[in-house]
């Protein structure tokens, strides 16, 4: 199985500030990688795809990158709504494989 | 639009079984796999396997291949998830998923003596 190690765990950030998230991949994943918001009670919501792409609807202030097994996740201008978990996924190879996720709260 | 929508919230003792729903719409049903995906009590997310809609064919993550079952009724564009012999650590929320992005609103299964 692929493992997805994820990091940090945990993150606190102000308004308007930018945070990374990244993920490392155990083996090459091919921008196969989605990234994951999920607030509490909720299901999780595509934000990327293809490491790089933007799902409909998503503020452009997230941005996805990386190649290989190293991935990231941006989000610019940080605004309260993003206080959530943030999961990334790889779907290069069966069974799919999640990080441990990135709890992001607002200092 | 597509949507796929989950049974209720289910409490359940060790040793019970139950068999969640999963029912889709606004897309046809045989052209995508439903996943399933496991999330215990703060925690993440557990990749439990697919079922392939085209041919019913399940395919099982290591963890969820003793209990657990995947099946269709395709007719009614739902896809299920039973799990028998139900034990405390089965207590989680449970998600189906397709591909695209698109989940159900997870169901909450709590097993308790």
């Known amino acids: 199985d692929i493992r997805m190690t994820q990091s940090p765990a945990s993150l606190s950030a102000s308004l308007g500030e930018t945070v990374n998230i990244e993920c490392l991949a155990s083996?090459?994943?091919?921008?196969?990688l989605a990234w994951y918001q999920q607030k509490p009670g909720k299901s999780p919501q595509l934000l990327i795809y293809n490491a790089n792409s933007l799902q409909n609807g998503v503020p452009s202030r997230f941005s996805g990158s990386g190649s290989g097994t190293q991935y990231s996740l941006k989000i610019n201008s940080l605004q309260s709504e993003d206080v959530a978990t943030y999961f990334c996924?790889?779907?290069?190879?069966?069974?799919?494989?999640f990080g441990s996720g990135t709890k992001l709260e607002i200092k | 639009q597509i949507q796929l929508v989950q049974s209720g919230p289910e409490l359940k003792k060790p040793g019970e079984s139950l068999k969640i729903s999963c029912k889709a719409s606004g897309y046809t049903f045989t052209d995508y796999a439903m996943q399933w995906v496991k999330q215990a009590p703060g925690k993440g997310l557990q990749y439990m396997g697919w079922?392939?809609?085209?041919?019913?064919?399940?395919t099982y993550a290591d963890d969820f291949k003793e209990r657990f079952v995947f099946s269709l009724e395709t007719s009614a564009s739902t896809a299920y998830l039973q799990i028998n012999n139900l034990k405390n650590e089965d207590t989680a929320t449970y998600f189906c998923?397709?591909?695209?992005?698109?989940w159900g609103q997870g169901v909450m299964v709590t097993v308790s003596s």
């Open positions: 079922i392939n809609t085209q041919t019913g064919k399940p």
């Open positions: 998923a397709r591909t695209e992005g698109y």
């Open positions: 083996e090459d994943i091919y921008s196969d």
């Open positions: 996924q790889q779907y290069n190879n069966y069974p799919l494989t």
